[in-house]
Nanobody
Framework: QVQLVESGGGSVQAGGSLRLSCAAS????????MGWVRQAPGKEREGVAK???????SYADSVKGRSTISRDNAKTTLYLQMNSLNPEDTALYSC??????????????????WGQGTQVIVSS
């Protein structure tokens, strides 16, 4: 049974940084595509970043250059380091996983496994 548990959210001031974590269990972590999505109040869910089993990454334009997605296969944990945060980054951040290569998940809604999310609030 796939389980994804996020942590690391919180409240920060604009310009600050946060590191989100997603602890995964119940599957062959290293072979899965992993991703982060976010949903702000009243807005549609937005794909933030993905990382494939070979370590290749992709980012949404809204976070590119400010965020880094990484994975630790030994710890079966996914990370999202976010810097230069601004109020537009305020959202519920969730991690996602699935067994195909990340190219398949151009639409993040295709991911089959989801965590409950961790809240990020950025104040101006």
């Amino acid at each position: 049974q796939v389980q994804l548990v996020e942590s690391g959210g919180g409240s920060v001031q604009a310009g600050g940084s946060l590191r989100l974590s997603c602890a995964a269990s119940g599957y062959t972590y290293s072979s899965y595509c992993m991703g982060w999505v976010r949903q702000a109040p009243g807005k549609e869910r937005e794909g933030v970043a993905k990382i494939d089993s070979d370590g290749s990454t992709s980012y949404a334009d809204s976070v590119k250059g400010r965020s880094t997605i990484s994975r630790d296969n030994a710890k079966t944990t996914l990370y999202l380091q976010m810097n230069s945060l601004n109020p537009e980054d305020t959202a519920l951040y969730s991690c996602a996983a699935d067994r195909l290569g990340c190219d398949y998940y151009r639409d993040y809604d295709l991911f089959g496994y989801w965590g409950q999310g961790t809240q990020v609030i950025v104040s101006s």
